[in-house]
Structures are given as structure tokens and as C-alpha cells.
């Protein structure tokens, strides 16, 4: 069984920021993994944000969150981070990790992702 479990969402103004942080936990632990998030705001489809490596050292983005977001694996593995700042309301979306058995090649669609967290609600006011 495999469990993914999301904290840090909330509420902020505009330009704030806000991190996110994904707990793996489970079967999956004994194996290599990619990590990931995804976002889906009411009345529109779940869409890729940012994905991570297996080894951290590849990390793929979203245009529209370039520059803006950070995405990092913690030194455990298990963990994954999505550091978001300037945020503006075009960000409000509950946002889910995710987990891969590719491991070593971010990967950026929903069908790439076996393993889904339950969300977190992050809100942004104007």
C-alpha cells in the first residue's frame, strides 16, 4: 500500500508565498521513484506544476510557474517540497503530489502517476 499525504496549504495575498510539502510512505519507499505536483482549480482539468527526480537532480516545470516555483526532494527520499512564491490568484487550485515508478526522468502528465495524495487547498486573494 501506498500513501501520499500533502501539507502547507492555505491562504495568502497576492505576491505571498507558500510551501508545500509531500510525505511518501509505504511499499513505494523500497523502491526509486519520481515525485510530483499537480494542480486543478474548480471546473478545470488536474494539470502538471512541477516534478522531481528520483536523485533530485532533474527537476521539470510548468511555463507557467518558471521562475516562480521550486520543486526539491529531501534528503530522505520520501519527502518532496514545492516551494511557491509570487504567487497570484491564477495559482488557487488544489494541489496534489504524486509519485512515478520512473525514476530517473520527471515526468508531466497525469497518466505517468500511479500514486495520488489527497490535496491541499491553496488559496490566493488579489
Known amino acids: 500500500q501506498v500513501q501520499l499525504v500533502e501539507f502547507g496549504g492555505g491562504s495568502v495575498q497576492a505576491g505571498g508565498s507558500l510551501s508545500l510539502s509531500c510525505a511518501a510512505s509505504?511499499?513505494?519507499?523500497?523502491?526509486?521513484?519520481?515525485m510530483g505536483w499537480f494542480r486543478q482549480a474548480p471546473g478545470k482539468e488536474r494539470e502538471f506544476v512541477a516534478a522531481v527526480s528520483w536523485s533530485g537532480s532533474s527537476a521539470a516545470y510548468a511555463d507557467s510557474v518558471k521562475g516562480r516555483f521550486t520543486i526539491s526532494r529531501g534528503s530522505t527520499k520520501s519527502m518532496a517540497f514545492l516551494q511557491m512564491n509570487s504567487l497570484n490568484p491564477e495559482d488557487t487550485a488544489v494541489y496534489y503530489c504524486a509519485a512515478s515508478l520512473e525514476a530517473e526522468s520527471p515526468r508531466t502528465t497525469v497518466y505517468d502517476y500511479a500514486h495520488w495524495g489527497q490535496g491541499t487547498q491553496v488559496t490566493v486573494s488579489s
Open positions: 509505504g511499499s513505494i519507499t523500497y523502491r526509486q521513484y519520481t
